[in-house]
């Protein structure tokens, strides 16, 4: 198979399979949506009587895919070709009542509840069988759910209308956004795992903001992150009647033009912002858009991740108590990195992803820190940002600039703008041009040598010297072998503490 494998080519490869086992099969769901509404598919679902598991065993080695076993009571198993962000998913399901039209009166949405005989697939007029009115809602643009109880039947479902809506365009029926407000409670009885997928992949949509302010008015966000759901009876100091839910999720919609630009070089939402934001950042650009297309250990996004960091940002405020000065709650950077922490945790999330979110949280007020002390941030300094935020370094310089235009509005001033602009550029200089020098430098003497030089028995303290002449040369300091001692004896002489050693 190709590097990115199409819908269509799989079902063609899937079909000598299915019809060797089964007298009658059908493609329904995603596949028949997507046909109708002309778009591209990642979803190809299959139905028959019985025997599901068995056929994806088999069309999984036909295709060259990987074979997941979903559901052994109800017959389900899944096929996933491809690589991550461009896996094409084949389910085969049997059917969930008796006939055709039971099972589709099972499913969850009127748009998803439509079949075709596959054997048809590629007939110029398919014969849509749709028992639920998908076609009519489909013309509208509307999520309508097929029965009353069809989030009590699985609850995930509450999530899938949000993520849905947002991937189609479509609004959520009235009386369907009801259902989902009346059961929002039951989401609490879907695995864990479940929840964040379907959370990782609404966070990769556009309109992110509008979903979240959805997730929050059907009640299904104080279901999934209470501690920022909670934010919103929090209000924001010196901005009237808004409050730092509001401003997390402003803040979020400002992420994702950031992102946008990054994509396409173009930052004309951001207006005259944007236009700073394209010459000081121009030159990193493409090596940003690189960084936020990488994936982690997990399977999600740089920029998915960021996306979920500009939301949690400031889960810290809703728990800071240490006291306010001038509007400030202080330490809600801390406070909030240990919150993020633990949502991430509780969401499934990698080892990889926690950190990744928990270092831009912790981290998102340094670059603005930085603009405080002056134009150019010190060797030093930089040296010391990179080495307290990666690998979430990128990520949370960009953090920072949204948040510092969700936080200032239309009273954002072009002076302080330009000047955090300005810092950002010799961030990601030094991050892309001067790694070697500021960043990570190669030290001039290793921990053997220091040792045998020094008279020093292996221990934390060695490792600290280390650290402090890394430093030392990240900041132009040090240079050489004979530098480098020297420093360490001087530390030594002075009992100065050590980072290691604080």
Known sequence: MADVPQANDLIELALPVLEARHAEFWLVGGWVRDYLLGRPTHDVDFVMPEGAIATARQVSDAVGGAFVVLDVERDTARVVVGPPGASIYMDFAGLRGPTLDADLWARDFT????????????????????????RADLREGL?????????????????????????????????????????????????????????????GLPGVAHSLRQLEELRLLGQVMPEVDRLGALPLAGRGGANVLEHSVTTVDLAEKVLAWLGSGRAGELNWPGQRLE???GPYREHLNSHMQGVLPGGRSAAQLYILAALLHDVGKGAAIEGSSEGRLLNHEVLGASIAATIMRRLCFSSAE????????????RPGQLVQEGEAPSRRAIYRFFRDTEPAGPDTILLSLADHLATRGPALDPDHWRRHLSVSRALLHAYYEERHEIIDPHLVIDGHSLMTELNLAPGPRVGALLDSIREAQAAGEVSTREQALSLARDLMQRNAPLRDER
């Open 111 to 134: 748009v998803n509840a439509m079949a075709v005989p596959a054997e048809d697939w590629q007939a110029p007029e398919h014969a849509i069988i749709d028992p639920t009115g998908g």
């Open 143 to 203: 999520l309508r759910a097929v029965t009353p109880e069809a989030f009590r039947e699985d609850p995930l479902r509450m999530l899938r209308a949000v993520r849905l809506g947002a991937g189609l365009g479509f609004e959520i029926e009235s009386q369907t956004a009801a259902w989902i407000y009346r059961d929002a409670e039951l989401l609490d009885a879907v695995s864990r795992e479940r929840v964040r997928d379907e959370l990782a992949q609404l966070l």
């Open 279 to 281: 010459e000081a950042l």
């Open 354 to 365: 926690t950190v990744r979110v928990r270092l831009s949280v912790r981290n998102h007020m």
